[in-house]
């Protein structure tokens, strides 16, 4: 059990965090702050935190264990402003869907109590913002990401792995690049497409229309256009690279069917359909078997 964890940003993923390790009996007190007083006052009201902190440097005073529930860009700031008052055996988390841009500002700020950084993405998520969202059970029997990186301190990695399985979740580790690649793929592009598609649609004259006669398939595909603005504006530049690796890739795919349907070509049109549709057939039985 944590005596105390000092958590960073009261939001939908720090404050479901809160919720989660207090339903299962980890930790004795949650000390909070947000930028926004507003924001930490109604975490409180909730029972997410049971001390308000005035300033994130008083977050974490006398935390054994600190997550970092921030947009990635407010990363290496926020480290800042707490390294002063971490403890020597605090384990130190984040949440954040890149790892490359959050490693290197640990590095830089951290220095040498970068051992007791384990930098963490979570699975998990909604498109609602906000602590009026948490969940005690948004991270049950979902995958979390641990990046360890040459300095990590093995014991703190293994403080990461226990206190996120305690919280019924799949902990897999991933170099930071791997991570990143990845999830460029499967998470950052298609939410990117989502937002543009969205937008292309909206541009229209008749766009508005359009939208009214939209069906559940639709609004399946354009759930994640709902979500927060701000943080994935920082998500999709702090990984420019890889998303716009990913963006080419996609863009042939898109090519290729364009070239079938302008030249008429049903064979080839129903090929490249059905090795989509197998691939997610496929990706849709194995992704729910539990990972180690």
Known sequence: MFEQLGLIGCG???GSFALALKKA????????????????????????????????L???????????AVPVAATEPTFKAIRH????????????STKREVIDAARRVLRDQVGMFVPAHPIAGKELAGVEHADPNLYAG????????????????????????ALGCHVKQ??????????????HL???????????????????????????????????????????RDILVSNKEELLAQSKHFQRALHAFEVA???????????LIDQASSTRAHWRMTAIKPQS
């Open 190 to 232: 298609p939410h990117m497409i989502a937002f543009a598609l969205v937008n292309a649609i909206k541009s229209q004259p008749q766009g508005d229309e359009f939208l009214s006669l939209a069906g559940p398939g639709f609004r399946d595909f354009s759930r994640i256009a709902a979500s927060d603005p701000s943080i994935w």
């Open 142 to 165: 979902r995958q979390v990401i641990l990046t360890p990186i040459e300095r990590t301190l093995t014991v703190q990695l293994n403080k990461a792995q226990a206190v996120w399985t």
């Open 12 to 14: 939908l993923m720090g």
């Open 261 to 271: 349907i302008k030249a008429g070509n049903p064979d080839a049109l129903e090929a």
């Open 85 to 96: 008052l971490v403890r020597g055996d605090t384990l130190i988390m984040d949440v954040g």
């Open 58 to 68: 008083l977050a974490v005073s006398g935390a054994d264990l600190v997550l970092l």
């Open 174 to 187: 991933m170099s930071p690049e791997a991570h990143d690649a990845a999830y460029a793929a499967v998470s």
């Open 25 to 56: 009996g980890l930790v004795k007190r949650v000390v909070g702050y947000s930028k926004s007083p507003s924001t930490t006052e109604r975490a409180r009201q909730m029972g997410v935190i049971d001390v308000e902190a005035p300033s994130a």
